[in-house]
């Protein structure tokens, strides 16, 4: 192009106007220059710079820091604060420096809660209708937050702050949580500048799959040497903010804190679990009547809230394995057992809390304590996942799988630490849900839904120790911090109209009296066939379980509780006043449909997580992978669940003490490994971490030489809940090297986390036969292949020999 060409391009051609006045006299000036006030001439001294449109906005004059701290599944009446037997120092600091919240409301289930407060949408707007697992092909259900939904931190960051995010995510769909996934729906593409934590639903608190940024790390330390996550995302939010502020000491910042506690896994040094030896020995029922008294005392709840009953909805309804077993009907290795697990709960809360007040203490040393406003919440009511009898590995829910008392007493002693994946029994999360029905998953009562929500802001709050008891949800933060800093949520971004926010602000309550009127109208729930709403002081529910598969939900029974004056849900008024309730029905529909809530499932979690998704790949029979990459989450790699498979690993031996992970999915809490050891080849499939563990080993040690290592599963039935029965053969080459009978689990080998691994084994092993990371020596591994296709292992093994000549 000719250089008189190139500047008329730019509208400045020898002969033409200048461009500051080309500019002008556009009519629709686009981009970057469309707020430029200064002057373009050919020559930069003849020209005047104006920086304006290129300098980053500046937050609003005194804009706070923010801290969220969001715990997951704990209920209103765990915590010290409103009355709950778990000290919680640094929550108990704040709450007497700040305002503690009554009914503050959530989504009654993690991602869901959790995309609430990033966005101020509903929900099922977000596409969250529960978690990212079980997400399904509907505009509610999607997984993915959308483009109409912008994120406070992005608000934030594009109006001056620094934005952080720690620990737990949930957030991003499922076949995404991968080195090769759609970054766009990781905190770094949903506004945060910094990232460290685990982006799936849980994670194990010894050996985290963690996330900095966007890429996957392994720990820095390990069990042995003193880590455990809890302190490792202290030790990061300090890093990130001190760092910060060396270079930008004036600029607010927004964290987003959360914590893995105290989601299953529960694990806690033991000193912390200690501290509570024999704290629970009365057991949950009696907690139950015990923390009521303490929560009227605090006047968290009124005076005269009543109990409601346990195991509350009809047996025709409700889901068995929700039930909660009466105390005084336990054996004493049962009573002693789930003792000992609501004693490992209770250090895993409190140890957390001791490292969320390094950060607090490091606030207060640097001075910025003052005016930073601290939002410490839960994200729903106590789960109930550990089933009736509780459980040293939480998978087995997930799995559909029993828990047994003798396998679970054999590990009492080793609760709370790396041999165990334990989630307490339904008692307990009824008894920390007090005084309300059920617990995490049912949204249409409280018992999922009201949580501790803590806001302390010293220059900003005037009231020091005060309850409030306004009604609120979790869609009401982000509007609150909006407020405070002095924003508004725009109402199109990036181009995209945006959706309404949800919620209303909860910034009036800090100057309120206690018992002021809530701001709040209406707010609507429904979560996995449960469904509620509550308007104005009423609660309209449903009797009507998750995971039960019930459906016909047109014939679900409905209660409505008077919450104004009945704060427990205790008596229902659904026969005395149904005019009331057959207008909140019909407003539960009017939400339903604007929130794009439709449809309910209630099916089984087997179901629900095990939905065939579709991914950037297609969904094949064979897949090969080789050596050196990071691990594959299960939701995008080989699936060999309830079906025959195929592992053939060409391997070539060149030192005679070769040994290692050739192959491993999962962990001691449930997976398959191939591997090495002293010189024989092993294959163990770890059934949900129940010992022993299946193991197949050849007789003779391998010699330096090339082979085809490979084991041939062939499903023959199912058993007694659905695990896949069957035959096992373990190849050297074209040799069958060992045989039997094997059972494989029916649903994943963990919610998130421990992904497959080629020549190493990520985080937990597999197998006790060897340590993590167990690399490969003494040779090199080809390549992997996992297949479920119909040929024949002797047709596979040629093709893989074929592959090794030409290597």
Not at 715 to 729: C, D, I, Q, V, Y
């Amino acid at each position: 192009m000719r250089p008189s060409a190139l500047l008329s391009v730019f509208g400045f051609a020898m002969g033409m106007m200048p461009f500051s006045m080309a500019l002008a006299q556009q009519d629709q000036p686009v981009g970057p220059y469309k707020d430029f006030k200064g002057k373009i001439e050919l020559d930069v001294r003849d020209s005047v710079a104006d920086w304006g449109p290129f300098t980053p906005k500046k937050a609003p004059e005194g804009a706070p820091n923010i801290l969220f701290v969001l715990y997951d599944d704990t209920g209103l009446a765990a915590w010290s604060p409103y009355g709950g037997r778990i000290n919680m120092p640094t929550m108990d600091r704040l709450a007497a420096n700040g305002l503690t919240y009554t009914q503050w409301h959530t989504v009654a289930l993690c991602s869901p809660t959790r995309s609430t407060l990033l966005t101020g949408r509903n929900h099922t707007l977000n596409g969250m209708a529960a978690i990212t697992e079980a997400s399904n092909g509907f505009p509610g259900w999607a997984g993915r937050i959308p483009p109409q939904a912008a994120t406070i931190a992005q608000v934030l960051q594009d109006n001056g702050y620094s934005t952080f995010w720690l620990g737990k995510n949930h957030n991003v769909p499922e076949q995404d949580v991968a080195e090769g996934g759609d970054r766009k729906t990781w905190p770094l593409g949903q506004g945060f500048e910094r990232y460290y934590g685990f982006i799936g639903g849980e994670t194990n608190q010894w050996y985290p799959d963690l996330v900095e940024d966007n890429h996957y790390i392994e720990p820095p330390a390990s069990p042995e040497q003193g880590y455990h996550l809890s302190k490792d995302l202290a030790d990061q939010a300090i890093t990130m903010i001190r760092n910060q502020k060396a270079t930008s000491p004036s600029k607010p910042w927004f964290m987003f804190y959360n914590p893995g506690a105290n989601h299953a896994p529960h694990h806690a040094p033991q000193e912390y679990i200690d501290k509570y030896k024999g704290k629970f020995d009365d057991g949950y029922d009696a907690y139950r009547a015990w923390v009521l008294a303490r929560m009227i005392e605090k006047g968290v709840v009124p005076k005269g809230t009543q109990l409601t009953p346990v195991n509350p909805i009809p047996d025709s309804q409700a889901n068995p394995a929700d039930a909660v077993r009466p105390w005084n009907t336990l054996s004493a290795d049962e009573k002693k057992l789930f003792s000992r697990l609501a004693e490992v709960f209770a250090g895993f809360s409190e140890y957390t809390d001791s490292q969320v007040g390094r950060v607090v203490s490091y606030l207060e040393q640097t001075g910025q304590l003052d005016n930073t406003i601290v939002l410490y919440a839960a994200d729903n009511g106590t789960s109930g996942e550990g089933s009736p009898n509780g459980s040293v590995n939480e998978n087995k829910f997930f799995n559909g799988y029993p828990d047994d008392i003798a396998e679970n007493m054999k590990l009492i002693d080793q609760l709370g630490g790396p041999n165990t994946y334990e989630h307490f029994p339904t008692g307990w999360a009824t008894a920390f849900s007090t005084p309300f029905r059920m617990f995490k998953r049912y949204s249409q009562y409280s018992g999922g839904t009201s949580d501790p929500l803590v806001i302390s802001w010293p220059k900003g709050i005037k009231a020091r120790g005060e309850i409030r008891n306004q009604y609120h949800h979790s869609v009401d933060i982000v509007p609150t911090i909006l407020e405070i800093v002095g924003l508004e949520m725009p109402k199109v971004y990036r181009g995209v109209e945006q959706f309404p926010l949800s919620g209303v602000s909860m910034k009036y309550t800090f100057d309120a009296k206690p018992d002021d009127q809530t701001h709040k109208k209406r707010q609507f729930y429904t979560m996995l066939g449960t469904r509620g709403i509550w308007e104005d002081g009423w609660l309209a529910a449903t009797m009507h379980a998750p995971f039960t598969g019930k459906g016909h939900f047109d014939q679900d029974q409905w209660q409505l509780f008077h919450v104004d004056v009945d704060r427990s849900e205790f008596t229902d008024l659904a026969k005395q006043y149904p005019e009331k309730l057959a207008a909140l029905k019909k407003a539960w529909d009017e939400e339903a449909r604007i929130n794009l809530a439709l449809p309910m499932d209630d099916r089984t979690a087997t179901e629900i997580l095990t939905i065939e998704r579709p991914s950037g790949e297609a969904v094949r029979d064979r897949y090969v992978y080789y050596p050196g990459s990071s691990p594959v989450p299960e939701g995008v790699a080989v699936n060999v669940r309830n079906r025959s498979y195929k592992i053939l690993a060409n391997v070539e031996i060149t030192d005679p003490d070769a040994g290692g992970v050739v192959f491993a999915h999962g962990s001691r809490f449930g997976g398959h490994a191939l591997f090495i050891k002293d010189g024989k080849v092993h294959y163990v499939y770890n059934f949900l971490g129940i010992k022993p563990e299946q193991s197949f080993v050849s007789v003779d040690a391998l010699k330096p030489g090339k082979y085809t290592l490979g084991m041939e599963f062939t499903r023959t039935g199912a058993g007694p809940h659905n695990e896949s029965l069957g035959s096992m053969k373990l190849y050297i080459n074209d040799k069958v090297a060992a045989e039997g009978p094997m059972k494989t689990q029916p649903g994943k080998f963990t919610l998130s986390g421990d992904g497959l691994c080629i020549g190493y084994d990520s985080g937990d092993a597999v197998s006790s036969e060897y340590t993590t990371p167990g690399t490969f020596h003494g040779g090199t591994i080809q390549g992997v292949g996992i297949t479920v296709e119909k040929a024949s292992y002797g047709d596979l093994e040629q093709e893989a020999q074929r592959a090794m000549m030409r290597d």
